[in-house]
C-alpha cells in the first residue's frame, strides 16, 4: 500500500522569506501524481500545485515550486517571497495513475507565516 | 464555475442520532469523493463514485454510513446511529480528468 509522510508537524517563516516543506511517499508503482494541498482555517482543501510522475521537470505555480526526486521517492514544496495568506496547513498527496483513483493524504504541516 | 457545494457546515449531534451530509459536485465531474478528516489528520477517503456506481467503498463502515448518489450528480452521506468516534469533518470532492480533486468546504460533525 501507497503511503505519504510529512515529517514536520509545523514550519514557520517570515513573510518575504522562503520556506520547504518536505513530503516522501512510498509506492511500487511508476504511474503516478503528486499534489500539495493547503488548508485555511476555512477548511477548504486547495490544490496548489500537481506533478505527474513521469515528468523530470519540476512544477512550478508562480511562487510555489516542488522539487521532485523520484529515485529518492522525495515530493518537497517551496514557497518563495511567503506572503501573510500563505498561513495554513498544507497537506501532500499522492495518487495512483489510475484515472480518478483516491488521493492518499500525509498527516499535514502547519504553516506560520510572522510579519 | 460554482465550486463544490457541501451543507450543513457545522452539525452537533446526540449519539444514537442519525445525521446526514449533501454534496452537490462542479458541474460535469463524474468521479465524487466522500472523505473523512479527523482532527489533525489528513482526509481519508469513505467511499468514491463514478456517476451513479460506488466504485470504491472498502473504507465506509457499512454497518452505520451509507451513501447514494443518484442520477450521477449530487450525493448524500448518511450516519446512522452516530457515535462519539464519528465526530470529524466530512469533505467531499469532484473531479472530471483526475487531474486534481476540487474540494467542498466540508461539514465538521460533532457527536456528544
Known amino acids: 500500500a501507497q503511503t505519504v509522510t510529512q515529517s514536520q508537524p509545523e514550519m514557520s517563516v517570515q513573510e518575504a522569506e522562503t520556506v520547504t516543506l518536505s513530503c516522501t511517499y512510498d509506492t511500487s508503482e511508476s504511474d503516478y501524481y503528486l499534489f500539495w494541498y493547503k488548508q485555511p482555517p476555512s477548511r477548504q482543501m486547495i490544490l496548489v500545485i500537481r506533478q505527474e510522475a513521469y515528468k523530470q521537470q519540476n512544477a512550478t505555480e508562480n511562487r510555489f515550486s516542488v522539487n521532485f526526486q523520484k529515485a529518492a521517492k522525495s515530493f518537497s514544496l517551496k514557497i518563495s517571497d511567503s506572503q501573510l495568506g500563505d498561513a495554513a496547513m498544507y497537506f501532500c498527496?499522492?495518487?495512483?495513475?489510475?484515472?480518478?483513483?483516491?488521493?492518499?493524504f500525509g498527516t499535514g504541516t502547519r504553516l506560520q507565516v510572522f510579519p | 464555475e460554482a465550486g463544490v457545494v457541501q451543507s450543513p457546515r457545522y452539525k452537533i449531534i446526540e449519539k444514537k442520532q442519525p445525521v446526514a451530509f449533501w454534496c452537490n459536485p462542479i458541474s460535469g465531474h463524474n468521479t465524487l469523493y466522500w472523505y473523512r478528516q479527523n482532527l489533525g489528520q489528513g482526509p481519508e477517503l469513505l467511499i468514491r463514485?463514478?456517476?451513479?456506481?460506488?466504485?470504491?467503498d472498502s473504507q465506509l463502515p457499512k454497518d452505520r454510513f451509507s451513501a447514494e448518489r443518484l442520477k450521477g450528480v449530487d450525493s448524500t452521506l448518511k450516519i446512522q446511529p452516530a457515535e462519539l468516534g464519528d465526530s470529524a469533518v466530512y469533505l467531499c470532492?469532484?473531479?472530471?480528468?483526475?487531474?486534481?480533486?476540487?474540494f467542498g468546504q466540508g461539514t465538521r460533525l460533532t457527536v456528544v
Open positions: 463514485y463514478e456517476n451513479e456506481e460506488a466504485v470504491d
Open positions: 470532492a469532484s473531479t472530471r480528468t483526475g487531474a486534481g480533486a476540487f
Open positions: 498527496a499522492y495518487r495512483s495513475g489510475l484515472n480518478t483513483d483516491k488521493l492518499i
